[in-house]
């Protein structure tokens, strides 16, 4: 079956740096997604890898491995309206998003 | 990047009455639209796959005849929840891609949060 890991819950300090830890098992690979969503909100693109590496936008960075079904987002500096939850994606053989949990994190002063 | 607007963003109805959300791409023709429920704290649950011109692909547990998909234009796809429940309440989401400008990016509408009492 397909399948998205992801932590539940992180706790960070304003400031500081979290890595975001997602591993997949997918029917085919094209392409991995984060996104954010606050609280009652809809989710809001933040990366898109496709190839393996490191992708850095401004505070944040994605990384993917494929060969290990792995993919991190790097958030810098972190700010506490960076408080949200972090949903990590993959785009199947069948161009279908498969969702993970999300991961929520909580940023403290 | 692209838009898609989503209306109402609140609604709340009777139990046993019937609610309609739109979905709209406002600047570019989404040919699938994908809709979405998400219960609070889990992730994002693909309902159906909405297509224009054709008839919805639903997931397996979707009901098609409470959830009735109609995509009639490249821009506008709406689902209707027929005789709504309390357990109907949730967040539901639509999204589209833009593939005529290669955009694997799904754009999200704002969510509607549909409270049935």
């Known amino acids: 079956g397909q399948n998205i890991d992801q932590p539940t819950e992180m706790t960070a300090t304003e400031g500081a740096i979290v890595q975001i830890n997602c591993t997949y098992q997918?029917?085919?690979?094209?392409?991995l997604f984060w996104y954010q969503q606050h609280a009652g909100e809809a989710p809001t693109f933040l990366s898109y890898?496709?190839l393996d590496g490191l992708e850095e936008k401004g505070r944040f960075s994605s990384f993917l491995s494929r060969s290990k079904g792995y993919s991190y987002l790097l958030l810098k500096e972190l700010q506490m309206k960076d408080s949200a939850s972090y949903l990590c994606?993959?785009?199947?053989?069948?161009?279908?998003?498969?969702w993970g949990a999300g991961t929520k994190l909580i940023i403290k002063p | 990047g692209a838009v898609v607007s989503q209306h109402p963003s609140r609604v709340i109805c009777k139990s046993g009455t019937s609610v309609k959300i739109e979905c709209r791409s406002l600047?570019?023709?989404?040919?699938?639209m994908f809709w979405y429920r998400q219960f609070p704290k889990q992730s994002l649950m693909l309902m159906a796959t909405?297509?224009?011109?054709?008839?919805?692909?639903?997931e397996q547990g979707v009901e098609k005849d409470k959830f009735l998909i109609n995509h009639a234009s490249l821009t506008l796809s709406t689902l209707t929840v027929t005789s709504a429940h309390p357990e109907d309440s949730s967040f539901y989401i639509c999204?589209?891609?833009?593939?005529?400008?290669?955009?694997?990016?799904?754009?999200f509408g704002q969510g509607t949060r549909l409270t049935v009492v």
């Open positions: 999204s589209a891609r833009d593939w005529d400008r290669g955009s694997t990016e799904a754009f």
């Open positions: 600047d570019f023709q989404a040919t699938t």
């Open positions: 909405s297509n224009e011109g054709s008839k919805a692909t639903y």
């Open positions: 997918t029917s085919g690979f094209n392409g």
């Open positions: 890898n496709v």
């Open positions: 994606a993959v785009m199947d053989s069948n161009y279908q998003l498969i």
